[in-house]
């Protein structure tokens, strides 16, 4: 096939789509039907502009497009590298399913203030795409921030006092680390090296001293407040208010996500991970990971509130990935990378049934879920199945992810660390098995015996339901995803 | 010489109305103390023009002159009608008093 | 008429003052005396009050002589009051009437009854005026009295 | 003619200093005369005589220039706006019901001298 | 003389008193500055800082109190702000030319040189004119336009009607008087 | 610092020092006073001084007011005095009195509105404006959350 | 008999010398101390005594509100109109040169003559509508305050 | 306009119209004011004002042309050559600073038209332009001149004009006429110990022209009277900047002022004020100096991190919009401080170029909170709960203000951030560049107050608000995007900032 258009616009298409989005849904406030559908249009453009892309480019790197200077040496510029193509797809494609998730979720709810919602939902799929093909880290960093405060407002959609609280925690946090920490990173990184400009094998070497760099990386770690690492992980559990379909898009699509690519890209790109190995740097960050993955899965233990549950959940899988950085080591980062796919579809799916459920009977709490799994059978089952891929086992996705990250801490002969995942695998299943167990195998006294097929509206288990078959599909087409990535860790 | 003699004259004399200046005890001894003050400031310049031996400076002796007259005026008419421009006050008459 | 006389007057002044005598500055002075001239005008129709000056210069000079003497005089007397260990004061507030025709006649009696230390007029009313003296007596009345005649002889004769 | 400059120098002088000894006096008139009506006359003595002589004195230095005429102007000034202060202020005094300490009564004194303040 | 009158300007209450010595003192430093051999600054200080200040003061005090009522606070902070501003100042003065000297460098740059030019360019008696409306005329253009400016402000703040006596019925400072 | 404190040079430096008194008066007077109007005689004060402090500069030892003859024949040997700081001072009188009669204005009004011309007065009635605008909301509004 | 009598004749006769005075100060600054502050500022004596002694009416009568303000801007507008005269030909601003370029000593005594006139024009107008200003003002003090 | 009319005079060259620039620039504001006064017509006021206003912006961006390649000129005033007259002397600095103050001043003057009716009666609007034209000359005349004491005379017209400006609020708030009050106490004091120090300096030196006095003042560093003049000047000129802790009179006077006098006098007179202490310090004083006295670690660094940190603090407190704005104003000029202390390229680079991205940023927002008042006569947050709803475009406006603030990417403010914390860098303050990205934390914090109340409250009940009229949200959407442009665009800002840095470092150029 022969290139439909040039990379370079489908770039500025890919987000200039979700852009109109934001446009269509202030402009189309009060016309639902038309301007839902628009928007779902412009979801699918993206996601087909980025499969042009993925035409014309494959798995290599493209040249850079600059679009403006705006300090001396820094530009905002773009490019396309596998990673970041693997996650524009990702958004652009989980985009679609949580839109149609989001038009049955709040017209089922009758949540009010839909077309603010769907813009600000624009928005963050625009900074999204930003982040994924930013060719530099000044780019990235200023779609960063976008992201940020185009989710504040679906945070704090509610309007209670609760949701104004959550929200103000999620800006603060993520907020005060970015500017505090990773501004602070960025500019010493130009200061140091005279550029911010992704590059294969980093751009740190030579520029710093060992004991630096580990400085420097903390101050990045912490920094990337949306990978959730701990201490600065409580944003998630307070961004709980949101309406789910925020939820699903802050823990699948967009925002954690957006947070861990960010640590991959300064891990592979900015350090390299050679020079991470070379200096020891990352030694430290790789027990901060270890800890945190096991410590947030306790927590959601204790959760009994089932999007809580969910949240620290994902507060320790981002974990995964940020360790998989740490080891650095080319099979670990590669494994980063994919847990960034599996990851995003089995919890999408997880975040979608709590969602489904929520609409159904208007229950929270795991307690109160009992026997629910009799009445909703395709929810459950979806809920069953993105849980085998949270925990990593065969036959899907998210077990080869788990695999790979073992086989890089092998690498880097971090024999704990793979005690670590094995342990945390185990934890999995204590948080995410009982709602299953309990939801078709419990039954309570009160409950009336007959089982009726209670599921709520088609758009809100559709969703989920496709998502849980794509955790399956996963399983067999991530050799092609593992030789996608491979580009990015192999040197030039 | 004869001239430092005036001017000696004329500035003890300033201080000693400037001491009535300050003690008062109505506003009329004030009042009438500055414009005291004002004339024995247009002599002091006459002098002190003189003393110097440029004398042609007598413009600003006149121009005080003048000041300490509307000044004076200005002051009676505020303390007295309380503002400048009222219409003009006439007394009571004489017989009653105040 | 009267307008050129004042005009002329105030040239006289100029010249005098200034010193200076180049075409520039003369024209200026003209052009100033112009000015003055209207606002003037202006002043005199705004208000009711016009003074007319219908005095005889020769009597007035006169009078002024006598005047400077009176000064003179009355100097002495109030320093010895003021530097006297005792300092004999005895005030008196009272009436003194003028005879003067015009309100410029009226205001020169008044004037050189403050001129002359001793005697201040304090208050102009229809007829007399109200005197304050510091170390009154009666020999004072007459003095005024003679004041009063003399200011009164330098007056034009003509309509009230 | 020297015999002229001596004479008119020491008249000039002595006016001088006659003129600087009555503004001296009236001030201390001011400081130690009891009451307001009082110190109104110790004003007016600087205000006459001292301007007089001591602006007369000018004068004499100063010969026939333009100087002269402009200390007699200044001096004209004077005579018309000194006295015409003085009475306003008296006249304030009056209105607003300031009266002497002490007044000798006289057969043409309005009773005023029964209002005390 | 300038001294005892400032000090008593900090101390009377009276705030008539406070005025006419303000009065006092503009008139006492336009004697100094006739001392200093600065004339036409007299002139203007005169007629300005005595005159026009004077009265307007006057005027402003009569439309609003006669005396002060302040109450006693502590003033050691202002006190300190002006020993130390004094201090810098007395400091400043350490290196300056001696009062009158005739080889400081005020006296000997700009100074001497506006002399030799003012009759060949400009050729008036008053030096002061000269500089003030040529030489740096376009400072007084400013000036000109800070009275402008002035006047207009006053105009501004002050255009609207006073109140008349007889209106002001809940003022409790209001009596009954006449006009 | 105290070796250069020669006769000669205190005296030549006493009328600085004087005028710096006099600044230092007016300036502790507007800072420290209550009373708007003595506030600005204070200034009036503060910046006459100033203005004095600028003369003597100008003033050179022997010299005379800087106006030449008529007949503009100067004679080199007379010494005049600098006329530049007169004319500088010129400009400020005339701010001066600008800055003053503007203040005065802003009293009368502050007096028409506040009744009162004391800063603690005036501070008090402020406070108390403050308090309403934020509370007086709450006490009437009290009941409709 | 009217009262004040003293003060109204006085000012009567004074004024117009005041005028006087202050039209010499104002030309003759070139020449002794004077110049255009100082003339306007005794022109303003003169109109404020008028005023004190006759009454705001009168003085407002003599000399109207809205002619001050004309007065005040023209005075600015003449000093500055002699800059961009001055402009208008080529020259620096306020470079007076312009005014007789055969002669520009001659032409630098023309332009302080304009100037200072525009000065002393502006400063009449602010100080008398300064009085006016204040004048106008009732006072809201009782007697009992004094 | 003009020509070269040639004339016969030996020495006289005639200046074209471009030579003539640096006088126009002041002269445009500074003629029609009086013609506003002169023709006292109401409805000519507006018109005169806004044009002349553009004409300043004209004249100042044909002067930013022709000097950003950092060529510098000079012009006499009356024909008379420095030190004698006074020279206009014009460089990058300056031209850059003309340009912020003429703009902001015509985009404040277009959204005057419809402000001003809600808070100022009809009958003070002619005066209110006129002295609004004589501000703006003041400001003008202050940054183009190069002489020490104009300076101070075009500072005081600048000062008069705003202290009765300032007190026009008196008719919404007569707290307006004590706020002005005290300004003007303060602001004179300020101009006073600035004269002294100028005296000081002619004292020492004999001259006033700034670039003569460079070159007097580095024969004699040590003297103790050039010492203190240095400092009666800092500190005079630091009160009319605001520098903490002399800062004490601007919430006030911006609070209670009618809102486009807060608009304009927000984006342009702390500014013009930093600009002359720049001038100061580094032309006619220059660095040596500095670094001799060691000014900038003693004074200007610890001030400029108080005011960073106390006055956001204190912002964050506030429960009025215009006076959280005015706090904020007081620590983004610590920034600017800083920008100073860090003695560098880069460090005075974020001083200008901050300097005026912050005016364009707080002029937007003062001209949003204007919008309120308008809307519904009111700042205080209780009175603005819920106007995201009822006044989206106005509260829009606003985040994009806030955002600037902050200093998130894509604002202005980002980039005079992000060029401190590079200096900070170069310089190896590593604890300085957290203290400024620290204290825009504060930043977040108060700025997102505001959001809240506006987008999170419940509105009150009964409160009818309805946006402001196009009138007013042009020129602030004008403004606001601005905020946004220069974020992105920056080639202009940067270069004018970094040859005005570069200018400034290097001393003086000495007498032309
Ligand atoms: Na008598
Ligand atoms: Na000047």
């Given amino acids: ?275 991470l190995a070379s200096s020891s740097a990352s030694v430290w960050l790789m027990w901060f990971a270890a800890f945190s993955i096991v410590a947030a899965s306790v927590v959601a233990m204790t959760k009994d509130n089932l999007k809580a549950r969910l949240a620290y959940s994902t507060i320790s899988q981002l974990s995964y990935i940020t360790l998989g950085i740490a080891l650095a080591s080319s099979m670990g980062a590669l494994g980063g990378a994919m847990h960034v796919v599996t990851h995003a579809m089995g919890k999408i799916t997880l975040f979608m049934c709590a969602g489904s459920i929520y609409v159904a009977t208007h229950k929270t709490n795991i307690s109160q879920m009992t026997g629910l799994g009799r009445r909703m059978p395709i929810t459950f089952i979806a809920f069953f199945i993105g849980a085998l891929s949270i925990i990593g086992l065969p036959p899907l996705g998210g077990s080869w992810s788990k695999w790979l990250l073992i086989v890089g801490a092998a690498d880097s002969n971090e024999l704990i660390m793979i005690g670590v995942l094995l342990v945390s695998s185990l934890l999995n299943v204590a948080y995410l098995m009982p709602l299953v167990g309990r939801g078709f195998f419990l039954s309570t006294n009160q409950e009336p015996a007959k089982s009726e097929f209670a599921e709520g509206p088609v758009l809100v288990w559709m969703p989920p339901a496709l998502t849980a078959l794509g955790c399956i599909i996963l399983f067999f087409y991530a050799g092609y995803i593992q030789e996608f990535l491979m580009p990015i860790i192999s040197v030039p | 010489m004869i001239y430092a003699f005036a001017i000696l004259a004329i500035l003890i004399a300033m201080a000693l109305v400037l001491v009535r200046l300050i003690k008062g005890p109505t506003l009329y001894d004030r009042v009438l103390a500055v414009n005291s003050f004002g004339t024995h400031t247009v002599l002091l310049i006459g002098v002190v023009g003189f003393w110097n031996g440029r004398p042609d400076f007598l413009d600003i002796a006149l121009l005080y002159a003048l000041i300490n007259f509307v000044g004076t005026i200005a002051i009676l008419k505020f303390f007295r009608y309380r503002a400048i421009g009222d219409v003009m006050w006439t007394p009571p008459q004489q017989d009653e008093g105040r | 008429m009267r307008l050129i006389v004042y005009a002329l007057l105030l040239g006289a002044l100029w010249l005098l003052w200034s010193g200076i005598y180049k075409p520039i500055i003369i024209s200026f002075g003209a052009a100033s005396i112009g000015l003055v001239l209207l606002i003037t005008h202006r002043m005199n129709t705004v208000d009711e009050d016009k003074v007319p000056i219908e005095l ?90 003679n004041m009063d005649a003399r200011v009164s002889a330098t007056e034009l004769a003509g309509s009230s | 003619m020297s015999n002229l400059d001596a004479v008119l120098q020491i008249l000039s002088w002595s006016l001088i200093i006659s003129g ?97 303040r | 003389m300038l001294v005892i009158t400032a000090l008593a300007v900090v101390r009377t209450r009276s ?121 740096r005329g376009y400072d007084t253009l400013g000036e000109t336009a800070v009275v402008f400016t002035a006047g207009i402000g006053v105009l501004m703040l002050m255009s609207g009607l006073g109140r008349r006596r007889k209106e002001d019925e809940d003022d409790p400072d209001q009596e009954g008087g006449s006009a | 610092m105290f070796e250069e404190m020669t006769v000669d040079f205190i005296l030549g430096h006493l009328n600085y020092w004087f005028f710096i008194i006099l600044m230092m008066t007016g300036l502790y007077v507007v800072i420290a006073k209550g009373n708007l109007v003595k506030k600005i005689v204070g200034l009036n004060i503060f910046q006459t001084s100033v203005f004095m402090l600028y003369i003597s500069i100008g003033k050179v030892e022997g010299g005379t007011a800087p106006i030449f003859p008529m007949d503009m024949k100067i004679d080199p040997e007379m010494l005049y005095s600098n006329p530049l700081p007169h004319v500088l001072i010129l400009t400020a009188i005339v701010v001066g009195i600008a800055t003053t009669s503007l203040g005065l204005a802003l009293i009368i009004r502050i007096r028409e509105e506040y009744h009162t011309i004391e800063e603690h007065e005036i501070a008090e009635q402020e406070t108390k404006v403050s308090f309403y605008e934020l509370n007086g909301n709450q006490l009437t509004s009290g009941d409709n959350s | 008999m009217r009262h004040h009598l003293i003060l109204r004749v006085i000012t009567k006769l004074l004024v117009g010398t005041i005028f006087l005075f202050a039209l010499y100060v104002q030309f003759h600054g070139d020449y002794s101390p004077g110049g255009g502050f100082q003339a306007g500022v005794i022109m303003a004596a003169g109109f404020i005594i008028y005023g004190i002694v006759f009454t705001l009416e009168k003085v407002k009568a003599v000399f109207p509100p809205w002619l001050v303000h004309k007065v005040v801007a023209l005075g600015v507008l003449i000093y500055a109109g002699t800059g961009i005269y001055s402009l208008f030909y080529g020259y620096g601003y306020l470079d007076y040169a312009v005014i007789d370029p055969h002669h520009p000593v001659h032409g630098q005594h023309l332009g302080i003559l304009i100037v200072e006139l525009g000065v002393g024009v502006t400063v009449t107008g602010v100080m008398v509508a300064v009085y006016y200003a204040f004048a106008a003002r009732a006072p809201s003090l009782g007697d009992e305050d004094w | ?120 009666p009809e009958k003070s609007h002619t005066l209110f332009y006129a002295l609004y034209l004589l501000c703006l000359t003041g400001l003008l005349g202050v940054v183009i001149t190069g002489d020490a004491f104009n300076v101070f005379v075009f500072l005081e017209i600048s000062s008069l004009s705003t202290y009765v400006l300032v007190a026009q609020g008196s008719y919404r708030d007569k707290r307006a006429l004590t706020a002005s009050y005290n300004y003007l106490i303060m602001g004179t004091i300020g101009a006073t110990f600035f004269v002294i120090g100028i005296g000081f300096l002619y004292m020492a030196t004999g001259t006033l022209n700034m670039a003569d006095l460079a070159e007097r003042i580095s024969e004699q560093r040590d003297s103790r009277t050039i010492r203190a003049a240095f400092a009666f000047i800092v500190v005079g000129i630091g009160l009319k900047a605001a520098i903490y802790p002399l800062h ?67 912002a964050f407190y506030q429960r009025d919009i215009k006076r959280m704005l005015a706090h904020s104003s007081v620590a983004q000029l610590g920034y600017m401080l800083l920008g100073i202390g860090s003695f560098s390229h880069t460090g005075l680079t974020a001083t200008i170029i901050h300097l005026f991205n912050h005016g364009i940023s707080k002029a937007a927002l003062f001209m949003g909170a204007g919008c309120f008042v308008f809307a519904i006569g009111a700042t205080s ?132």
């Fill in chain 3, 56 to 145: 005889s210069p020769i009597k007035f000079l006169g009078y002024l002589i006598w005047l400077l003497v009176e000064i003179a005089k009355s100097n002495i007397a109030v320093t010895k009051t003021i530097l006297s260990p005792t300092m004999p004061i005895r005030q008196n507030l009272f009436e003194v009437p003028y005879t003067q025709r015009t309100d410029l006649g009226q205001v020169i009696f008044a004037n050189s009854i403050t001129l002359t230390p001793g005697t201040v007029s304090v208050e102009t009313e229809t007829g007399h005026f109200l005197v304050h003296a510091v170390s009154y007596s009666a020999a004072d009345m007459d003095a005024l009295a």
């Fill in chain 1, 1 to 275: 096939m022969g290139d439909l258009m040039e990379t370079s616009t489908a770039i500025y298409l890919s987000m200039l789509l979700p852009a109109m989005g934001v446009l269509i849904n202030m402009v189309l406030r009060n016309q639902p039907d038309l301007r839902d559908s628009l928007t779902f249009a412009a979801a699918l453009g993206t996601f087909l502009t980025v499969l042009c892309i993925l035409s014309n480019e494959g798995n290599g790197v493209s040249e850079t497009f600059v679009m403006i200077e705006v300090l001396s040496g820094l530009t905002i510029a773009f490019n396309v590298e596998p990673l970041g193509l693997l996650f524009a797809i990702l958004g652009s494609g989980l985009w679609m399913v949580t839109h149609i998730y989001g038009i049955g979720y709040m017209r089922g709810n009758k949540e009010k203030d839909h077309a603010r919602f769907f813009a600000c939902f624009c928005f963050a799929i625009f900074s999204v795409m930003g982040i994924a093909f930013a060719a530099n880290m000044f780019t990235l960093f200023l779609f960063y921030e976008a992201l940020t405060i185009s989710t504040y407002p679906l945070v704090a959609h509610k309007g209670t006092t609760d949701a104004i609280k959550g929200a103000r925690t999620y800006l603060g946090i993520l907020m005060g680390t970015s500017i505090c920490l990773q501004m602070v990173a960025v500019i010493w990184t130009y200061t140091l090296t005279g550029t911010l400009d992704f590059t294969r094998g980093g751009i740190l070497e030579g520029h710093v001293s060992n004991a630096m760099a580990a400085v420097l990386l903390a101050l990045y770690a912490f920094g990337i407040g949306k990978a959730a690492l701990m201490p600065f992980h409580r944003w998630l559990p307070a961004a709980m208010v949101a309406p789910t379909p925020v939820s699903a898009l802050l823990h699948a699509v967009a925002v954690v996500k957006a947070g861990v690519f960010t640590m991959l890209k300064v891990g592979i790109y900015i350090f390299g991970i050679d020079f």
């Fill in chain 8, 248 to 314: 004490l009179w601007l919430p006030n006077a911006y609070v209670y002022a009618p809102s486009p006098v807060s608009a304009f006098l927000a984006g342009t007179a702390t500014k013009m004020a930093i600009y002359v202490l720049l001038r100061f310090m580094f032309t006619v004083f220059q660095p040596e100096f500095l670094v001799e006295i060691k000014i900038l670690e003693a004074v200007i660094i610890p001030f400029a991190l108080i005011a960073m940190f106390a006055a956001s603090i204190s």
């Fill in chain 8, 381 to 512: 947050y209780d009175k603005l709960k819920g106007l995201g709803k009822s006044m989206p475009w106005t509260s829009a406006a606003m985040v994009i203000g806030g955002m600037s603030l902050i200093g998130i990417p894509g604002t202005a403010g980002f980039v005079s951030k992000w060029i401190l914390v590079q200096a900070a860098f170069e310089n190896g303050w590593w604890s300085f560049a957290f203290l400024i990205v620290l204290s825009s934390i504060i930043a977040v914090a108060y700025v997102w107050r505001m959001i809240e109340t506006l987008y999170l409250s419940a509105p009150i009940q009964g409160m009818t608000a309805k946006e402001a009229p196009l009138s007013m949200l042009i020129p602030l959407y004008l403004m606001a995007f601005s905020t946004i442009y220069f974020g992105f665009a920056t080639d202009i800002t940067l270069e004018a900032s970094k040859a005005a840095a570069t200018g400034l470092l290097s001393g003086s150029s000495g007498l032309r």
């Fill in chain 5, 15 to 135: 705030l008539f008193a406070v005025v006419t010595l303000s009065g006092v003192f503009s008139l006492l430093s336009a004697l100094l500055f006739i001392t200093l051999d600065a004339v036409d600054v007299a002139f203007t200080e005169a007629a300005v800082g005595a005159g026009i200040s004077t009265v307007l003061m006057l005027g402003t005090l009569a439309l609003t109190s006669r005396s002060e009522r302040s109450e006693k606070k502590t003033p050691i902070v202002p006190l300190l702000v002006v020993l130390v501003t004094g201090a810098a100042m007395v400091y400043g003065t350490l290196d300056m030319p001696n009062f009158g000297s005739p080889d400081a460098p005020a006296q000997t740059h700009v100074g001497p040189e506006y002399f030799e030019r003012i009759p060949k360019e400009i050729d008036v008696p008053n030096a002061v004119t000269a500089i003030l409306a040529s030489y």
């Fill in chain 4, 20 to 116: 600087s000894f009555f503004v001296v006096v009236g001030a201390i008139g001011m400081l130690r005369f009891p009451d307001f009506w009082a110190r109104l006359h110790a004003a007016s003595v600087t205000e006459s005589g001292g301007v007089i002589l001591l602006l007369a004195g000018m004068c004499i230095q100063a010969g026939f220039t333009l100087i002269t005429v402009k200390l007699m102007i200044i001096g004209l000034f004077l005579f018309i706006t000194g006295p015409t202060s003085t009475h306003a202020v008296a006249n304030a005094a009056l209105v607003s019901g300031l009266r002497p300490k002490s007044l000798s009564t006289h057969p043409n004194s309005n009773g005023l001298e029964d209002d005390k």
């Fill in chain 8, 1 to 120: 306009m003009a020509s070269a009319i040639s004339s016969e005079p030996v020495h006289h060259i005639a200046l074209t119209l471009s030579d003539q620039l640096p006088a126009l620039q002041v002269l445009i504001p500074f003629v029609a004011a009086p013609l506003v006064v002169f023709f006292g017509v109401r409805s000519l006021a507006w018109p005169i004002a806004f044009l002349a206003s553009l004409g300043s912006l004209a004249v100042s961006v044909l002067l930013l042309q022709s000097v950003i390649d950092g060529s510098e000129i000079s012009y006499h005033m009356g024909g008379w050559a420095p030190p004698l007259g006074i020279e206009y002397r014009v460089d990058t600095a300056n031209a850059f600073v003309l340009f912020l103050i003429s703009a902001i001043s015509s985009v404040v003057l277009a959204y005057a038209r419809g402000s001003l009716k809600a808070e100022v």
